[in-house]
């Protein structure tokens, strides 16, 4: 069973980040989310909350899993035995951080591959810190997260106001 890992901090969620995780469940018998661990000083949404939301995102792609992790993402890719290292690439400036990490990935483990799907057009300017921001301001961000994340970006937004 060839298993790819996607992933990222996802937060929140986008529909960016849902069209990779979508394609690339087409391309992969098993796709993991891989959503990062982070403190929650350095994060609007909680681990856990990310996972969830993700959850809920893809729960129409039976061959899609969403876990959180921390460490290397090359040492999360061994543990769950895959073999493929998604990411999603909106523009140059992805790209040349992009390289730079697959080169340090291929270094620490060869074996994992770092494949790149580009971002759909109408998700190129999408990002989570982004919509956070723009969110933030008070722009309605419907047409860029699923629904489910606009509920909660309100909720949490209007906790720290």
Do not use: C, W
Not at 66 to 76: A, T
Request: glycine share 4%; net charge neutral; no cysteine.
């Amino acid at each position: 069973m060839l298993t790819a890992i996607y992933p990222g901090r996802f937060d929140p969620v986008t529909n960016g980040h849902v069209d990779i995780a979508q394609r690339a469940s087409t391309l992969f018998e098993r796709v993991v989310i891989a959503v990062y661990d982070l403190s929650a000083n350095s994060s609007l949404f909680s681990t856990k909350e990310r996972v969830i939301m993700f959850e809920e995102a893809v729960s129409h792609l039976k061959n899609v899993e969403v876990r959180s992790f921390s460490g290397l993402v090359v040492d999360f890719a061994r543990r769950e035995q895959a073999k493929v290292l998604v990411r999603g690439i909106r523009a140059v400036t992805d790209f040349e951080a992009e390289l730079d990490m697959a080169l340090m990935n291929k270094k620490m483990a060869p074996e994992v591959e770092s494949v790149y799907l580009m971002a759909s057009l109408e998700h190129l300017y999408v990002s989570g810190h982004r919509i956070r921001e723009v969110a933030g301001l008070g722009y309605d961000v419907g047409e860029l997260v699923p629904p489910h994340v606009i509920r909660a970006l309100q909720k949490k937004l209007a906790a720290t106001a």
